[in-house]
């Protein structure tokens, strides 16, 4: 049986596997719960401009109960709360927080894939990357004009890895508020917000930062669910009736194990490029004025393939290579459940080689991607290679079981008379 025969009888069975269909309705579920809402399309429309309150109104929000009325003075900030985004104001409260945890000789950092907070000493390293921040920080005091909010996040973001991740001075570690008690402090935060939308468009980005939001949600999904079906790939088909060729020597272990895995990946990968078109096409239709869907699609269907696909290839070989190894395909889903969340946090600015998806939480911050590009594509790279040397790993596993006569406990079992008779099928066909 050549390769391309039996991967496209291994489609065919995977098109009748349930579960296919249970995972492809998670997605879509996990999509429009996600990405396919205003809050996102917001990311990629023009900021739109505060509207002046005036005492009046104020007063009247008053009789009201709602506010503090003329003779009161407002409990809330006039025109809410923003994320702080001064340089000097942020690099202050980054230097208070450093000069306290120096002080103290210990810092917070969760642990147990940041389920938990705990207490860390300070090591001797630790100690040297804080000062060196707070050396920068001083800086960005000094001439604030020179950095932008953004850089001092990313000067924070940088400490955390040193650091060892999961603490506070990660990306959203802690969120800085600032009040916008005034309406010139509102239009200047509409200043700001405008002038980052005019560089995405200039820099024909706008598109460009929805794909990676999506990409973003949809790896949340990529990273897990797709282990449930690798996990068990090996197993017999109880509905069509297709058993494991363990015992036969006419197919080779890599043509049969690389064509029902390649199998899975195909489809699978199939699928995510389809919801990115989806996405293409709501986003083109919620975002007119950033063009049409034909802008959209390669955009989509590039970051899709870049960002996704190779956490799609991991997931499966993960779950193929411990089915492989231990013989029980349940083993590998607690496993990935817990690289899952190790790759969750935090939402933008870390991509070291153990995390298996990739999070850019926002459709904006356009130079903050760029800053981690080299990384980001290091990152997929790595996983891409790491597949191929899984499925190589499973594929030897497969072939010494077979050797060895324990090919019964790859799966859940087969009927070597069946199994025989597909091998006959196929030599004659």
């Known amino acids: 049986m050549s390769f391309l025969t039996l991967l496209r009888k291994e489609m065919g069975m995977l098109g009748r596997n349930r579960v296919l269909y249970l995972f492809l309705a998670v997605i879509f579920v996990f999509y429009w719960t996600?990405?396919?809402?205003?809050?996102?399309?917001?990311?990629?429309?023009a900021p739109a401009p505060p509207v002046e309150i005036t005492e009046k109104a104020l007063a009247m929000d008053g009789e009201t109960g709602d506010g503090g009325g003329s003779q009161g003075v407002p409990p809330m900030p006039v025109y809410g709360f923003q994320k702080a985004t001064d340089p000097e104001f942020l690099a202050e409260r980054y230097l208070s927080m450093l000069k306290n945890d120096l002080q103290r000789g210990w810092m917070e950092q969760r642990i147990i894939f940041?389920?938990?907070?705990?207490?860390?000493?300070?090591?001797?390293?630790d100690r040297e990357h804080m000062k060196e921040s707070m050396s920068r920080l001083q800086e960005v005091v000094k001439e604030p004009s020179a950095y932008t909010g953004i850089e001092v996040l990313q000067m924070a973001a940088d400490l955390d890895s040193h650091l060892g991740g999961w603490t506070s001075y990660m990306r959203d570690g802690v969120s800085f508020m600032e009040p916008i008690e005034t309406f010139e402090d509102a239009m200047n935060m509409y200043a700001a917000s405008l002038d980052e939308?005019?560089?995405?468009?200039?820099?024909?980005?706008?598109?460009?930062?929805?794909?990676?939001?999506?990409?973003?949600?949809?790896?949340?999904?990529?990273g897990l669910f797709p282990v449930f079906l690798g996990a068990f790939m090996m197993g017999r088909d109880r509905s069509s009736g297709m058993m494991e060729l363990v015992s036969s020597r006419s197919i080779k272990a890599w043509r049969y194990v690389g064509a029902r895995y390649l199998a899975h990946a195909i489809i699978?990968?199939?699928?995510?490029?389809?919801?990115?078109?989806?996405?293409?096409?709501?986003?083109?239709?919620?975002?007119?004025?950033?063009?049409?869907?034909?802008?959209?699609?390669?955009?989509?269907?590039?970051?899709?393939?870049?960002?996704?696909?190779?956490?799609?290839?991991?997931t499966l070989a993960f779950g193929l290579l411990i089915s492989m190894a231990v013989g029980n395909g349940i083993i590998a889903i607690p496993l990935q459940i817990v690289w899952w969340f190790i790759s969750a946090l935090p939402l933008i600015g870390?991509?070291?080689?153990?995390?298996?998806?990739?999070?850019?939480?926002?459709?904006a911050e356009q130079e903050t991607f760029y800053r981690y590009e080299n990384a980001i594509i290091a990152n997929r790279i790595f996983y891409v290679l790491l597949a191929v040397?899984?499925?190589?790993?499973?594929?030897?596993?497969?072939?010494?079981?077979?050797?060895?006569?324990?090919?019964?406990?790859?799966?859940?079992?087969?009927?070597?008379?069946?199994?025989?008779?597909?091998?006959?099928?196929g030599s004659e066909g």
């Not at 940041?114 to 390293?125: E, N």
């Not at 820099?203 to 973003?216: T, V």
């Not at 870390?350 to 459709?363: A, E, I, V």
């Open 389 to 425: 040397a899984m499925v190589a790993a499973a594929v030897m596993i497969w072939e010494r079981k077979r050797s060895s006569g324990k090919g019964a406990k790859i799966g859940f079992g087969f009927r070597r008379r069946q199994a025989g008779r597909l091998v006959k099928n």
């Open 268 to 314: 699978i990968s199939f699928l995510y490029l389809l919801l990115a078109a989806v996405g293409a096409w709501q986003t083109s239709g919620a975002l007119e004025e950033a063009g049409t869907f034909g802008d959209a699609l390669p955009i989509f269907l590039s970051y899709t393939s870049g960002w996704l696909l190779p956490t799609i290839l991991v």
């Open 350 to 363: 870390d991509y070291r080689f153990f995390k298996l998806f990739l999070r850019f939480n926002t459709g």
């Open 34 to 45: 996600n990405y396919a809402t205003e809050e996102s399309w917001s990311e990629g429309k």
């Open 114 to 125: 940041g389920a938990f907070s705990g207490k860390r000493k300070l090591s001797q390293s």
């Open 197 to 222: 939308y005019e560089k995405r468009v200039a820099d024909n980005g706008i598109y460009a930062g929805m794909a990676r939001l999506f990409s973003d949600y949809m790896g949340l999904t990529a």
